[in-house]
């Protein structure tokens, strides 16, 4: 009797040290799943990624999957651009050194809203400056208007001066997307180039398809 009930508590003790070793890899795997990103979190608050566009840099006609397996960096600018556009294409080529051979898996779409001015030559020099993985996408305003509208972009003209010249406003922000086209971050002006770059890294070495 007393070796049947020795036997019971050590059956029990078992039990009890399993269950203690099964609920703690579960806790670390959600910790670990729901890790804070640096920059903005945007999984599953947007469609994915789509388009039909022209690209400056290899003179093609192109959709978004065409860049599947590719973190992609989509930022809505123009070549006129006196001052945050050229800052934030700087930062992403500073993040893209940051990141070294992980680089060849990241690119960056910059899709201008000023077609009318950003013929396919001039949008393929001014992205050649900021390295190969930036490329420059170009649509007309039934295009451009539909890829803004699908993620909430705004953009507007100003009157233009005597000389014909105009600015555009247009928003800031660059859209994260991952290898499966599905949205995943924003980046904001003030988001560091060591976030960034954090977190890109993260996306980069990600090893299961997010579903969005």
Same mark, same amino acid.
């Given at each position: ?5 020795? !036997? ?5 003790? !078992?039990?009890?040290?399993? $269950? ?5 890899? $579960? ?24 388009? #039909?566009?022209? %690209? ?12 599947? =397996? #590719?973190?992609?960096? /989509? ?18 080529? !500073? *993040? ?14 910059? /899709? ?15 992205? %050649?400056?900021?390295?190969?993985? @930036? ?6 305003? !039934? ?20 000389? =014909?010249?105009?600015?555009?406003? #247009?928003?800031?922000? *660059?859209? @994260? ?28 070495? %990600?090893?299961?398809? #997010?579903?969005?």
């Amino acid at each position: 009797m007393k070796a049947r009930m020795m !036997s019971t508590h050590r059956l029990h003790q !078992s039990l009890a040290i399993r $269950l203690f070793l099964l609920l703690s890899v $579960l806790t670390l795997t959600a910790c670990h799943h729901g890790e804070p990103w640096a920059t903005k979190d945007i999984s599953g608050l947007m469609p994915r990624l789509t388009f #039909h566009l022209t %690209e400056a840099n290899r003179d093609r006609p192109v959709q978004a999957t065409d860049y599947r =397996g #590719h973190i992609l960096l /989509v930022y809505f600018g123009y070549t006129h651009c006196p001052d945050v556009c050229p800052l934030t294409l700087g930062r992403m080529k !500073s *993040v893209l050194t940051n990141l070294g051979a992980q680089a060849r898996q990241v690119e960056v779409l910059f /899709v201008t809203v000023d077609p009318a001015r950003d013929k396919l030559p001039l949008l393929k020099r001014y992205t %050649e400056f900021f390295g190969p993985q @930036v490329l420059g996408l170009r649509g007309d305003q !039934s295009e451009l208007r539909a890829l803004t509208k699908r993620y909430r972009v705004t953009y507007g003209y100003d009157a233009p001066d005597t000389h =014909g010249n105009y600015n555009v406003s #247009h928003s800031s922000a *660059v859209y @994260v997307f991952d290898r499966q086209g599905a949205p995943r971050l924003i980046i904001r002006p003030q988001d560091s180039i060591a976030a960034i770059t954090t977190d890109l890294k993260r996306l980069v070495t %990600e090893k299961t398809p #997010h579903s969005s």
